[in-house]
């Protein structure tokens, strides 16, 4: 049986763009993204902390250290430029693996860059 576990999360990130015209998705700054271990195109849960609204897309990398945080097609009517949200994603693993795996977790500053 394979469990599906919390694998990643930026936490608390300023959605910086809403691009309603778009074909979907979220743009995650890459530095953003190789520090929480995504990938493009990996699903992602967006938790909008202002409005409560959850939501599931995938992600494209952005601009290394631009900060940008955009919600793209279908998915900007749920955000507003400025919301704070959570950026999760999730793995797929044995109870074993499940019970040692440390998950990585992100928490970047009010401009959305890496704390060092």
Request: hydrophobic share 45%.
């Amino acid at each position: 049986m394979l469990l599906e576990i919390f694998k990643s999360k930026i936490h608390r990130v300023k959605v910086t763009q809403a691009e309603l015209h778009y074909v979907g998705s979220v743009t995650i700054d890459e530095a953003l993204m190789e520090a929480a271990n995504l990938i493009a195109g990996e699903k992602v849960q967006i938790v909008n902390i202002n409005n409560g609204e959850r939501l599931e897309t995938y992600v494209i990398k952005g601009q290394r250290n631009s900060g940008v945080i955009c919600l793209n097609g279908p998915a900007a009517r749920k955000v507003h430029v400025g919301d704070i949200v959570i950026i999760i994603a999730y793995g797929y693993m044995s109870p074993e693996e499940a019970k040692t795996f440390e998950p990585a977790m992100v928490f970047p500053d009010e401009n959305n860059r890496l704390l060092l």
